[in-house]
T-cell receptor, first 111, second 109 residues
Framework: EPEVTQTPSHQVTQMGQEVILRCVPI?????FYWYRQILGQKVEFLVS????????KSEIFDDQFSVERPDGSNFTLKIRSTKLEDSAMYFC?????????FGPGTRLTVT | KNEVEQSPQNLTAQEGEFITINCSYS?????LHWLQQHPGGGIVSLFM???GKKKHGRLIATINIQEKHSSLHITASHPRDSAVYIC???????????FGQGTRLTINP
């Protein structure tokens, strides 16, 4: 069964560094999402992406964040200058119809 | 803005018990998802509902659109069902999901 994959599974970085989280959505899906979950808190929406552009973003998704679909398979989330409060689990999701399929997540730790 | 509330926040039960987790939301939706999150953190989609009822194995999900309420039931619960169960809704016309805070379920043998 096709699945969403994410790399790396765990990323440790120093405050102020740039990180890129990578996702490979399911191949025929057209809608892509990033969510995050700070430890002990709800999952929160960051951004949705369709037709090579951002279709919706949250207040969290400020100028420090960007998304890209550099080729036909990858979907990336870049954080330009990480802060301690960016430490969280980041989930990618994709969909073709209504149902979203989630990746296993990348645990980002900012020290 | 849709507020999604789940109850209970924590639930501990004995193996074999019938489990019910509830979700209510404040604004009309196009779809409601029930998700399962295991201790490692990964999220698995269990159901997507826009009306009525769905069943998959020992899991049953129902939704009442008028009442803005959904329930997830687990029959003959088993320790491997121990996880966090999350309700998430998609508002009409929106792309994103809005998540509840999750219900931590522990099934003891």
């Amino acid at each position: 069964e096709p699945e969403v994959t994410q790399t790396p599974s765990h990323q440790v970085t120093q405050m102020g560094q740039e990180v890129i989280l990578r996702c490979v959505p399911i191949s025929n899906h057209l809608y892509f999402y990033w969510y995050r979950q700070i430890l002990g808190q709800k999952v929160e929406f960051l951004v949705s992406f369709y037709n090579n552009e951002i279709s919706e973003k949250s207040e969290i998704f400020d100028d420090q964040f960007s998304v890209e679909r550099p080729d036909g398979s990858n979907f990336t989330l870049k954080i330009r200058s990480t802060k301690l409060e960016d430490s969280a689990m980041y989930f990618c999701a994709s969909r073709e119809q209504l149902e979203q399929y989630f990746g296993p997540g990348t645990r980002l730790t900012v020290t | 803005k849709n507020e999604v509330e789940q109850s209970p926040q924590n639930l501990t039960a004995q193996e074999g018990e019938f489990i019910t987790i509830n979700c209510s939301y404040s604004v009309g939706i196009s779809a409601l998802h029930w998700l399962q999150q295991h201790p490692g953190g990964g999220i698995v989609s269990l159901f997507m509902l826009s009306s009525g009822k769905k069943k998959h194995g020992r899991l049953i999900a129902t939704i009442n659109i008028q009442e803005k309420h959904s329930s997830l039931h687990i029959t003959a619960s088993h320790p491997r069902d121990s996880a966090v169960y999350i309700c998430a809704v998609r508002n009409q016309g929106a792309q994103k999901l809005v998540f509840g805070q999750g219900t931590r379920l522990t099934i003891n043998p």
